[in-house]
T-cell receptor, first 115, second 112 residues
Framework: ETGVTQSPTHLIKTRGQQVTLRCSSQ?????VSWYQQALGQGPQFIFQ???????GRGNFPPRFSGLQFPNYSSELNVNALELDDSALYLC??????????????FGPGTRLTVL | DQQVKQNSPSLSVQEGRISILNCDYT??????FLWYKKYPAEGPTFLIS?????DKNEDGRFTVFLNKSVKHLSLHIVPSQPGDSAVYFC???????????FGAGTQVVVTP
């Protein structure tokens, strides 16, 4: 069974640029959540996708957007990058049915640095 | 608005002794809590959880205690081992879809 994978591992961008981060869910999982972990803080919930539809969003502006594909892999897109977007971005997959959640499995994260 | 708080950023403990990590929350609607462990360059991994209908859950060396009256939970690790050195996050499940609210984490260092 393959775990959650994320790419790239590290990324450096400049202010104003756009970035796409990718996540491959664990086999059999239908839900993916994205979290932002700034330095010295805990992960903050960005949004969740369930069967290709956004299923809840945290306190993040619209320039943070996402997609979930039929194979349950996912992308996180951030437009107009700001210095404060520098963080570790974590993807977590889980199997959710009828609103009953199960354990979330996290990927290793993508470290984004905005200069 | 930080609804889950870990007020101790770090903890140093000798091998073989007990590690106690604390977590406070403000939202009384939270009814399920988890502890995650994170090593550098890895994602958080699930450690142990507790439902609000319980006040204690044990799994090997790890025990979580929940005191709903004061909105406080703690993780006890006995005995502590060098491999336990990691960042520990307390998290609360905020809805039935499993969305998590995390504390800021506690860095645990277990010394020989």
């Amino acid at each position: 069974e393959t775990g959650v994978t994320q790419s790239p591992t590290h990324l450096i961008k400049t202010r104003g640029q756009q970035v796409t981060l990718r996540c491959s869910s664990q086999s059999g999982h239908n839900t993916v959540s994205w979290y932002q972990q700034a330095l010295g803080q805990g992960p903050q919930f960005i949004f969740q996708y369930y069967r290709e539809e956004e299923n809840g969003r945290g306190n993040f502006p619209p320039r943070f957007s996402g997609l979930q594909f039929p194979n349950y892999s996912s992308e996180l897109n951030v437009n107009a990058l700001e210095l404060d977007d520098s963080a570790l971005y974590l993807c977590a997959s889980s199997s959710v049915e009828a609103g009953e959640f199960n354990e979330q499995f996290f990927g290793p994260g993508t470290r984004l640095t905005v200069l | 608005d930080q609804q889950v708080k870990q007020n101790s950023p770090s903890l140093s403990v000798q091998e073989g002794r007990i590690s106690i990590l604390n977590c406070d929350y403000t939202n009384s609607m939270f009814d399920y809590f988890l502890w995650y462990k994170k090593y550098p360059a890895e994602g958080p991994t699930f450690l142990i959880s507790i439902s609000s209908i319980k006040d204690k859950n044990e799994d090997g060396r790890f025990t979580v205690f929940l005191n709903k009256s004061v909105k406080h939970l703690s993780l006890h690790i006995v005995p502590s081992q060098p491999g336990d050195s990691a960042v520990y996050f307390c998290a609360a499940v905020s809805d039935s879809w499993g969305k998590l609210q995390f504390g800021a984490g506690t860095q645990v260092v277990v010394t020989p």
